[in-house]
C-alpha cells in the first residue's frame, strides 16, 4: 500500500532513490523500536513522514551550504540522523548528542542501517558542546525552551554558528523570557509541517550590557 505522506514528502524534498530508501529504513527501525524504547508521541508515528521526516528535512533549506551539523538532544534522530542521511550525497555530517543511552542504542543501529554519516555521542550536552567550535549549524528539536537552549549553546552561537531550532506556537513567548538574558539576533521562519509552528534562526548571541 502507497503511503501518500512519504510520496508527498520524498516530492517536496526532491531527494534521490538511494536516499529515499536509507530514509524508508530510517522508518521502518523507528517503527522497530518504538514499542520498546518509547522514541516518539505514539500518536504521532501513523504520520511519521509528515510529522517527523519531513519537520527534519526542512531545516537542510536553511542553512543549505552547512556541511557540519551538530544536533543537541538527538531521542529518536530528528532532525540530526535524518539530516545526516538526507544530506550525505552533499557531504553533510552530523554529531549526535544524547544523554539516553538507550536512544544512542537506537541511533548508533540506525545510523549503521542506513550508512549515516554520524558520530553519536552518549553525554551531556554541558560536558561536550564547547569541544564543537567551529560547527557551522547547531539544532535542537522539542529539547527545551529558547533560554536554555541559547545557555547550552553560547560558545557557538557567539562565534559564528547558525542555530535553527523548531519550535511550536509559543515561540514568541519564549523569545521574549530569552530577551531578558542574551542578546538575540533571529528571524522566525515558517514551518511547511505546521502552520502554528516557527523555526527560529539565531545568527548571533550575546550577552546584554547590563548583565
Same mark, same amino acid.
Given at each position: 500500500?502507497?503511503?501518500?505522506?512519504?510520496?508527498? !514528502?520524498?516530492? @517536496?524534498?526532491?531527494?534521490?532513490?538511494? @536516499?529515499?530508501?536509507?530514509?524508508?529504513?530510517?522508518?521502518?527501525?523507528?517503527?522497530?523500536?518504538?514499542?520498546?524504547?518509547?522514541? !516518539? /508521541?505514539?500518536? =504521532?508515528?501513523?504520520?511519521?513522514?509528515?510529522?517527523?521526516?519531513?519537520?527534519?528535512?526542512?531545516?537542510?533549506?536553511?542553512?543549505?551550504?552547512?556541511?557540519?551539523?551538530?544536533?543537541?538532544?538527538?531521542?529518536?534522530?530528528?532532525?540530526?540522523?535524518?539530516?545526516?542521511?538526507?544530506?550525505?550525497?552533499?557531504?553533510?555530517? !552530523?554529531?549526535? &548528542?544524547?544523554?539516553?543511552?538507550?536512544?544512542?542504542?537506537?541511533?548508533?543501529? =540506525?545510523?549503521?542501517?542506513?550508512?549515516?554519516?554520524?558520530?553519536?555521542?552518549?553525554?551531556?550536552?554541558?560536558?561536550?558542546? /564547547?569541544?564543537?567550535?567551529?560547527?557551522? &549549524? &547547531?539544532?535542537?528539536?522539542?529539547?527545551?525552551?529558547?533560554?536554555?537552549?541559547?545557555?547550552? =549553546?553560547?560558545? *557557538?552561537?557567539? @562565534?559564528?554558528?547558525?542555530?535553527?531550532?523548531?519550535?511550536?506556537?509559543?515561540?514568541?513567548?519564549?523569545?521574549?523570557?530569552?530577551?531578558?538574558?542574551? @542578546?538575540?539576533?533571529?528571524?522566525?521562519?515558517?514551518?511547511?509541517?505546521?502552520?502554528?509552528?516557527?523555526? !527560529?534562526? &539565531? =545568527?548571533? *548571541?550575546?550577552?546584554?550590557?547590563?548583565?
Amino acid at each position: 500500500m502507497t503511503d501518500p505522506d512519504r510520496a508527498r !514528502v520524498l516530492a @517536496t524534498s526532491r531527494v534521490s532513490r538511494e @536516499t529515499a530508501e536509507r530514509l524508508d529504513r530510517y522508518v521502518a527501525e523507528l517503527r522497530r523500536w518504538q514499542p520498546i524504547k518509547n522514541l !516518539v /508521541g505514539p500518536a =504521532t508515528l501513523a504520520e511519521v513522514w509528515s510529522r517527523h521526516v519531513d519537520d527534519a528535512l526542512q531545516l537542510l533549506e536553511l542553512a543549505p551550504e552547512a556541511r557540519t551539523w551538530l544536533d543537541l538532544g538527538s531521542g529518536a534522530g530528528i532532525p540530526g540522523l535524518i539530516l545526516a542521511i538526507a544530506g550525505m550525497e552533499r557531504g553533510i555530517r !552530523v554529531d549526535l &548528542v544524547e544523554s539516553n543511552a538507550r536512544k544512542c542504542a537506537f541511533l548508533t543501529e =540506525t545510523a549503521r542501517l542506513t550508512e549515516a554519516p554520524v558520530r553519536v555521542r552518549n553525554a551531556r550536552i554541558e560536558a561536550v558542546v /564547547g569541544e564543537y567550535a567551529g560547527v557551522e &549549524v &547547531v539544532c535542537a528539536r522539542a529539547l527545551a525552551p529558547m533560554a536554555q537552549l541559547l545557555a547550552w =549553546t553560547e560558545p *557557538l552561537l557567539k @562565534t559564528g554558528t547558525t542555530g535553527l531550532f523548531p519550535k511550536g506556537r509559543d515561540v514568541q513567548a519564549e523569545l521574549t523570557r530569552a530577551a531578558a538574558q542574551w @542578546t538575540v539576533v533571529n528571524d522566525l521562519m515558517p514551518s511547511r509541517t505546521d502552520s502554528d509552528a516557527r523555526i !527560529v534562526r &539565531v =545568527t548571533a *548571541l550575546a550577552a546584554p550590557s547590563h548583565r
